[in-house]
């Protein structure tokens, strides 16, 4: 079973259009972390954000902002009035513990397009 | 300072080769892993190590086998290349769950095609 669902994989958006991209995970342990990547065209993974599970406050980040929720398993980020250079894939990912270091999970990613 | 780095950039080689792609990070991390992302863009671990030892090892064909001389150096090797294992091979390195499971940092990736 996957334990990061990203269900969207293809997204395209007009230039100053609001996009949320979602991300869904699965775990049993009571301590994990999650993360988003942002994969531009360029081909690097480049961190945007962390949360650990014991922090359900939601984070803003200029135009970026991250609601995570742990009833519903999800961390969906958004990003508001969207530009060009934010045409890339997106990728959530989930840590578990795992023996004497971590494991980590990686969604299939979403593409996001967006249209000057 | 480049925090993860990888050699080769490019890798062209013919089936049946061997090679190698070399990783070394610079920032005291614990733990490295190397990826596979296919066409698809599809992020898939392959190994990873903490202090020197494999703690993580995927369905991965034993043609693959990560070597590590020391905490800072996670090399690929490849046996008997395979037209499917061209890819794009990231390394990466993490500080350890126990630290707070910090974010993983990426190298710029080996583009491999097997012709």
């Known amino acids: 079973a996957q334990k990061v669902t990203q269900a969207q994989t293809e997204i395209s958006v007009v230039e100053k259009e609001d996009v949320t991209l979602d991300c869904v995970y699965e775990t049993r342990d009571t301590t994990y972390y999650l993360f988003w990547y942002k994969q531009p065209p360029s081909g690097e993974l480049v961190f945007l954000i962390r949360?650990?599970?014991?922090?359900?406050q939601n984070e803003i980040s200029g135009r970026y902002s991250w609601n995570f929720q742990k009833s519903t398993s999800s961390f969906n980020f958004t990003i508001t009035a969207s530009q060009v250079v934010d045409s890339a894939v997106y990728f959530c990912a989930l840590s578990e513990e795992f023996r004497t270091g971590n494991q980590f999970y990686f969604g299939t990613g979403t593409s996001l397009t967006v249209i000057p | 300072d480049t925090a993860v780095s990888q050699t080769p950039k490019y890798l062209v080689t013919q089936m049946g080769n061997d090679k190698s792609i070399k990783c070394e990070q610079n920032?005291?991390?614990?733990?490295m892993y190397w990826y596979k992302q296919d066409s698809k863009k599809f992020l898939k671990i392959m190994f990873s190590?903490?202090?020197?030892?494999?703690?993580i090892n995927e369905t991965v064909p034993n043609r693959f086998s990560p070597k590590s001389p020391d905490k800072a150096h996670l090399n690929l090797h490849i046996n008997s290349l395979e037209l499917g294992d061209s890819a794009v091979y990231f390394c990466?390195?993490?500080?350890?769950?126990?630290?707070?499971?910090?974010?993983?940092?990426f190298g710029p990736g080996t583009r491999l095609t097997v012709l």
């Open positions: 190590y903490n202090n020197k030892e494999l703690i």
């Open positions: 990466a390195s993490s500080q350890p769950f126990t630290q707070g499971a910090l974010e993983q940092f």
């Open positions: 920032l005291g991390h614990d733990t």
């Open positions: 949360r650990n599970s014991f922090d359900e």
